[in-house]
């Protein structure tokens, strides 16, 4: 089971617009609609942002939003704020009810 | 709301078993969910460890499966995380958690346990 690659660190000014990629393979990411993701800010335990790949957990901001093409899945902060600032996971279902995270992606607000 | 406590030695040494219990509030385990441990080495990424369901039925990282168990305690409304032999490269961070459908929604704040004699 390997871990899904996620670009090291993205940044942007506030107000603006960031995209962290998520890629996998068929048997993960491309074969199932069952991504996830994770905002972790440091010393706090992760938080579920984002969950069937573009649906969002009730008090999640609707800047935040998830899509997928093909083995890849992406997720878009809108609108970015400082608070945002935070390590992000995407984690996706792998089949026998296996679940692989990503490598974790910085998102630094400039 | 589900609420997760980890709970458990801090340090641990080398070939022990660290042993790991996550106490639930809020929801009765036996009624249905997931229950899950995820870790984190310190500085690096989220690594899923293994899954149990209301079912009783286990499933587990491959790269960990040789060494670990998760169980549940319905008495106690809590589930356990055992991984023998363990090395430093298992000192970190160990998140229990628990999911309505193939995803975590909830958290527990974690638990660092170092393996270190």
């Known amino acids: 089971q390997s871990a899904l690659t996620q670009p090291r660190s993205v940044s942007g000014s506030p107000g603006q617009s960031v995209t962290i990629s998520c890629t996998g393979t068929?048997?993960?990411?491309?074969?199932?609609?069952?991504v996830s993701w994770y905002q972790q800010h440091p010393g706090k335990a992760p938080k579920l942002m984002i969950y069937?790949?573009?649906k969002r957990p009730s008090g999640v901001p609707d800047r935040f939003s998830g899509s997928k093409s093909g083995n890849t899945a992406s997720l878009t902060i809108s609108g970015l704020q400082a608070e945002d600032e935070a390590d992000y996971y995407c984690?996706?279902?792998?089949?026998?009810?296996?679940?692989?995270f990503g490598t974790g992606t910085k998102v630094t607000v400039l | 709301q589900v609420q997760l406590q980890e709970s458990g030695p801090g340090l641990v040494k080398p070939s022990e078993t660290l042993s790991l219990t996550c106490a639930v509030s809020?929801?009765?385990?036996?009624?249905?969910?997931?229950w899950g441990w995820i870790r984190q080495p310190p500085g690096k990424g989220l690594e899923w460890i293994g899954s149990?369901?209301?079912?009783?039925?286990?499933y587990y990282n491959p790269s960990l499966k040789s060494r670990v168990t998760i169980s549940v305690d319905t008495s106690k409304n809590q589930f356990s995380l055992k991984l023998s032999s363990v090395t430093a490269a298992d000192t970190a961070v160990y998140y229990c958690?628990?999911?309505?459908?193939?995803?975590?929604?909830?958290w527990g704040q974690g638990t660092l346990v170092t393996v270190s004699s």
């Open positions: 958690a628990s999911g309505i459908q193939l995803r975590f929604d909830y």
């Open positions: 068929s048997s993960d990411v491309g074969g199932y609609n069952y």
């Open positions: 069937d790949v573009s």
């Open positions: 984690c996706s279902y792998a089949g026998s009810y296996t679940f692989p």
């Open positions: 809020g929801y009765s385990i036996s009624s249905g969910y997931y």
């Open positions: 149990i369901y209301h079912s009783g039925s286990t």
